[in-house]
T-cell receptor, first 114, second 113 residues
């Protein structure tokens, strides 16, 4: 089955810890994205990558880091510098980074800071 | 900066009713508009994508329209069913938003049996 997988589904972090969220896709898509969703709000873009070894900051990149070493994988690290990391994190991919390309979403990871 | 608004935030309707969800945006220079469905605690599923040159798209009981001049899109759901209960989000890809999708905050729909 083709699709996007995110792991873990639930993640708990102590204050001051870095955590890494996994996102993998087997759709052969070039572009990948990370979004954050807070209750009652829309999605906000954290980072996006249009090709391997290249990525761009979104609106709320502070306190987050990413890497794109493989086409299939786009992990997101939530660092201790992120002041309010508790949220629902969604990964997406599209064939290319063009505005005409539909984005396909993974099932999400819910991060809770204890 | 593009801003996307969805009103109402929540809507309850009896089963079988036809309904309209609204999405408004401030910058008409858009490439396309998408409607997504999100079930509780889940990811997003794309329902319809309307290119800037189109005025509407249809899929089954769903019809989405786009009026760039007035900065509005509507999602029409015919003969609603309890299985339609979810949050519906609209998102725009516009030239003024650094090639990013800008999302509305969504309308939470409940269809009562």
């Amino acid at each position: 089955d083709g699709g996007i997988t995110q792991s873990p589904k639930y993640l708990f972090r102590k204050e001051g810890q870095n955590v890494t969220l996994s996102c993998e896709q087997n759709l052969n898509h070039d572009a990948m994205y990370w979004y954050r969703q807070d209750p009652g709000q829309g999605l906000r873009l954290i980072y996006y990558s249009q090709i391997v070894n290249d990525f761009q900051k979104g609106d709320i990149a502070e306190g987050y880091s990413v890497s794109r070493e493989k086409k299939e994988s786009f992990p997101l690290t939530v660092t201790s510098a992120q002041k309010n990391p508790t949220a629902f994190y969604l990964c997406a991919s599209s064939i290319g980074g063009r505005g005409t390309d539909t984005q396909y979403f993974g099932p999400g990871t819910r991060l809770t800071v204890l | 900066k593009q801003e996307v608004t969805q009103i109402p935030a929540a809507l309850s309707v009896p089963e079988g009713e036809n309904l309209v969800l609204n999405c408004s945006f401030t910058d008409s220079a858009i490439y396309n508009l998408q409607w997504f469905r999100q079930d509780p605690g889940k990811g997003l599923t794309s329902l319809l994508l309307i290119q800037s040159s189109q005025r509407e798209q249809t899929s089954g009981r769903l019809n989405a329209s786009l009026d760039k001049s007035s900065g509005r899109s509507t999602l029409y759901i015919a003969a609603s069913q309890p299985g339609d209960s979810a949050t519906y989000l609209c998102a725009l890809f516009s030239s003024g938003s650094a090639r990013q999708l800008t999302f509305g905050s969504g309308t939470q729909l409940t269809v009562l049996p």
